[in-house]
């Protein structure tokens, strides 16, 4: 089962709260970004950013 039936499954609620969840999290993220001087983080936390803002995405174009 792929990750976007999985979503789909989810009530619209659960999705909402999900997708709350991981904006708080990008936002930590993107501050510790601020923070960061090590070039290796930096990308890690860029790619964690990318990573979750695309399931949010995902999440967005099931419950509209």
């Known amino acids: 089962m ?11 609620t659960a999705r909402r709260i ?3 969840v991981l904006d708080e999290q990008i ?12 070039e290796r983080h930096i990308r890690r936390l860029q ?8 399931v949010v995405r995902r999440l967005e174009t099931i419950g509209g």
């Open 2 to 12: 792929t990750m976007h039936r999985e979503f789909a499954g989810l009530p619209h």
């Open 47 to 54: 790619g964690g950013i990318t990573a979750l803002r695309n």
């Open 27 to 38: 936002e930590s993220m993107r501050d510790e970004l601020e923070d960061a001087d090590d």
């Open 18 to 20: 999900f997708q709350d």
